[in-house]
């Protein structure tokens, strides 16, 4: 019956990450751009713990006699995730710190009205 | 079953990421991405990832809403 | 101090009900972590020591939880009939009622109380004046709209909180 | 139009990227090579049940110290673009005003939540949480905490002296791993092994869990002060 779930997820995860990625290129605004940076970043952990699925696996998660019970999914990209996550809300943070002080700094949240740097 | 689940939670997640890119209102975007952290937090639960899921259901749907919902305040305040 | 030890003892009961075991290094650590959370995040807060422990009052908390049941399952078979019926039967409105609970804890549980039951919710609480939605407003005036919906739960949290 | 066109040229490069991943993925019927050691040398190597956390504390524990490192710096640079000086400050700014209902409720869930990140923080090692998850609930307490009361001042000398000790304490612990035993950085064959699935077992790991959530969710909970107070400007 589900057999297919990790398929299923995976193709969720894709969705999410070019929905994401569509968004971070094709908007102005520079809040809109960073909801789809923060979409695009659930998109890829939703993926890389799709890949660590196991058929029919629980949770790594041992009983009290330390003896594997039953079939465990893998690990390793659940860890790598968990820091994944906690670095995207730093990153995400820092994001919208340099979104206020430019605001301030021309009072616009248009992503074309800073062009200081083009040449 | 959870394929089931799995796949109308996915509906979820993708409807909320469209309308968060895609609405004009910055609060109503925020809220949405707000509903696709916590529907990736289910769907890690579904993959039995118990740790990523708690982890997300806090980061992802109640840390970074309020976060944006900061700025978006001091944006605010600076125009006003 | 009274309040930090009420406090404490909330935290240590939420701390061996989480673990489930009485495991004497649990406990140690439990009592440890929560003394130093009623310490650190209780310094003035007055809302524990706001419940009566009275007998009076403790029997009349185990009452309000029947009361508060059947209100809610009263709520909901009326509000699924208006829902079903297709001439949709509502009246909706903000009404103000008045509550005579002065306890912060008292107020807080009145108001969640009426959130909880479908069709009203409350929206504020200035003094002691709250302001609820309500699905069907059978009475627009204070003291019709105060009897309708708060005295059911008042009658019971007046003795719990005082 | 040539904007447009290189937006969905891009996005579909990244599809066309994606696609062989999803198509080479047969739902995963055995573990990789690296997952089947860590599964079947797990507990006699860490003495934990939690295999995810011994993963993140001990085997890739390097990782982690670089993810605390990143956290750091992203805190720090957050703190230098949006500090308030003195004079800019408002001292009591008026905000729309906050429900009793959400102040008095707040009082006592604030530290029941922190209760709870602290019961995550010390499980870790033998239930799903950890570090990262326990640290990242006390944010969300703090989080509560200023919605409940928007001039709340977090007291920042207690927030940094926490901070910077269960950083030094993190380190150290793991440079002990190095001088004192040959398991490398962060070895948890500091302490006895102990039996798996008691409370005190695991080696250093309860240890290094507890100070890495220390560290992580004072780090979230400067983050969300100095975003709070950044409204106070001007």
Request: glycine content about 8%; overall charge negative.
């Given at each position: 019956m589900d057999q297919y779930l990790g398929q299923v997820v995976m193709a969720i995860g894709f969705i999410l990450a070019i929905l994401g990625l569509y968004g971070l290129l094709s908007q102005k605004n520079m809040i809109k751009m960073i909801l789809g940076f923060s979409i695009f970043t659930t998109g890829v952990n939703i993926i890389m713990v799709a890949i660590g699925y196991v058929k029919g696996g629980t949770a790594p998660i041992l009983d009290a006699e330390g003896n594997a019970v039953a079939k465990f999914v893998d690990p390793v990209p659940q860890a790598l995730v968990l820091t994944s996550i906690v670095i995207g809300l730093g990153v995400t943070a820092m994001m919208l710190a340099y979104v206020m002080k430019l605001y301030q700094d021309k009072k616009s949240l248009n992503i074309n009205d800073y062009k200081d740097l083009k040449w | 079953m959870l394929t089931v689940l799995a796949a109308i939670l996915g509906i979820a997640a993708v409807v909320g990421a469209y309308y968060a890119i895609h609405n004009e209102k910055l609060t109503a975007a925020i809220i949405a991405s707000g509903i696709v952290g916590m529907v990736s937090s289910i769907l890690f639960l579904l993959l039995a990832a118990p740790d990523v899921a708690m982890t997300e259901a806090s980061i992802g749907s109640a840390l970074t809403t309020a976060i944006f919902f900061f700025t978006l305040n001091k944006i605010r305040q600076t125009n006003g | 101090m009274k309040n930090n030890a009420l406090m404490f003892l909330?935290?240590?009961?939420?701390?061996?009900?989480?673990?489930?075991?009485?495991?004497?290094?649990?406990?140690?650590?439990?009592?440890?972590?929560?003394?130093?959370?009623?310490?650190?995040?209780?310094?003035?807060?007055?809302?524990?020591?706001?419940?009566?422990?009275?007998?009076?009052?403790?029997?009349?908390?185990?009452?309000?939880?029947?009361?508060?049941?059947?209100?809610?399952?009263?709520?909901?078979?009326?509000?699924?009939?208006?829902?079903?019926?297709?001439?949709?039967?509502?009246?909706?409105?903000?009404?103000q009622v008045k509550t005579k609970l002065k306890s912060k804890v008292g107020r807080?549980?009145?108001?969640?109380?009426?959130?909880?039951?479908?069709?009203?919710?409350?929206?504020?609480?200035?003094?002691?004046?709250?302001?609820i939605h309500?699905?069907?407003?059978?009475?627009?005036?204070?003291?019709?709209?105060?009897?309708?919906?708060?005295?059911?739960?008042?009658?019971?949290?007046?003795v719990m909180y005082g | 139009m040539d904007k447009k066109f290189m937006?969905?040229?891009?996005?579909?490069?990244?599809?066309?990227i994606l696609f062989p991943l999803f198509q080479s993925f047969e739902g995963g019927t055995q573990l990789s090579e690296l997952g089947q050691?860590?599964?079947?040398?797990?507990?006699?190597?860490?003495?934990?049940?939690?295999l995810v956390a011994s993963v993140v504390v001990t085997y890739r524990g390097l990782d982690t110290l670089g993810e605390v490192t990143i956290l750091f710096l992203a805190a720090s640079i957050i703190s230098?673009?949006?500090?308030?000086?003195?004079?800019?400050?408002?001292?009591?700014?008026?905000?729309?005003?906050?429900?009793?209902?959400?102040?008095?409720?707040?009082?006592?869930?604030?530290?029941?939540?922190?209760?709870?990140?602290a019961y995550i923080l010390v499980n870790g090692h033998l239930t799903p949480g950890g570090g990262f998850q326990g640290g990242a609930i006390i944010a969300s307490g703090t989080l509560l905490?200023?919605?409940?009361?928007?001039?709340h001042k977090l007291n920042h000398t207690i927030i940094h002296v926490i901070e910077s000790t269960s950083g030094i304490a993190f380190v150290a612990?793991?440079?002990?791993?190095?001088?004192?035993?040959?398991?490398?950085?962060?070895?948890?064959?500091?302490?006895?092994?102990?039996?798996?699935?008691?409370?005190?077992?695991?080696?250093?790991?309860?240890?290094?869990?507890?100070?890495?959530?220390?560290?992580?969710?004072?780090?979230?909970?400067?983050?969300l002060g100095i975003f709070v107070e950044s409204q106070n400007e001007k």
């Open positions: - | - | 909330t935290l240590m009961s939420v701390w061996v009900l989480l673990n489930a075991s009485l495991d004497p290094t649990l406990l140690a650590i439990g009592a440890g972590v929560s003394l130093l959370i009623s310490f650190a995040f209780c310094s003035k807060c007055d809302v524990i020591s706001g419940i009566n422990l009275s007998p009076k009052a403790i029997a009349y908390s185990f009452m309000f939880v029947f009361v508060f049941i059947g209100e809610l399952i009263k709520a909901n078979i009326s509000i699924s009939k208006r829902v079903l019926a297709p001439s949709l039967p509502i009246n909706p409105g903000i009404v807080m549980v009145l108001a969640n109380a009426i959130t909880l039951t479908p069709g009203t919710f409350t929206l504020d609480i200035k003094g002691e004046d709250l302001f309500w699905v069907d407003v059978k009475s627009t005036d204070v003291d019709g709209a105060t009897k309708e919906i708060v005295s059911t739960f008042e009658k019971y949290l007046e | 937006v969905a040229l891009l996005v579909a490069a990244m599809a066309v050691y860590y599964t079947q040398n797990g507990v006699s190597d860490t003495g934990a049940t939690n230098f673009f949006l500090s308030v000086s003195k004079d800019d400050r408002i001292e009591n700014r008026t905000v729309m005003s906050v429900t009793e209902i959400l102040s008095t409720a707040s009082q006592t869930l604030v530290p029941i939540i922190v209760l709870v990140g905490m200023f919605l409940a009361n928007p001039n612990i793991g440079v002990i791993g190095v001088l004192m035993m040959d398991g490398g950085f962060l070895s948890n064959k500091l302490f006895d092994l102990g039996t798996p699935g008691e409370v005190i077992s695991a080696g250093a790991m309860p240890l290094i869990n507890i100070f890495l959530g220390l560290k992580v969710g004072t780090e979230l909970s400067n983050v």
